[in-house]
């Protein structure tokens, strides 16, 4: 594991010794752990969500048929066996 280490001013310090008294982490690493997990969710999320928005505005839908569902799982399906029968040669 990576060590960085940062500077904090007295009141940023104070704040993240009351976020380790307050919220029960065992030490200053996991708190900053979990800042960052917290973040990486949020790009995440902020990606979808620019991707679907994307999506919406990229034409005209497509009608959610009965067919349209049945060949959708049959081409995941054959693209599942397909992935499978790649790992085996591997």
Do not use: C, H
Not at 5 to 28: H, R
Not at 49 to 58: D, F, K, P, R, V
């Amino acid at each position: 594991m990576a060590t960085v280490t940062i500077s904090l001013p007295e009141s940023l310090k104070k704040f993240v010794e009351d976020q380790l008294a307050d919220k029960g982490y065992g030490n200053v690493s996991e708190y900053f752990r979990s800042l960052l997990r917290e973040a990486q969710a949020k790009e995440r999320d902020a990606r979808l969500e620019t991707l679907l928005l994307e999506g919406l505005a990229s034409g005209e839908g497509v009608p959610l048929t009965k067919e349209f569902w049945a060949r959708l799982r049959s081409d995941a399906v054959a693209s599942a066996k397909a992935r499978a029968g790649q790992k085996k040669k591997a």
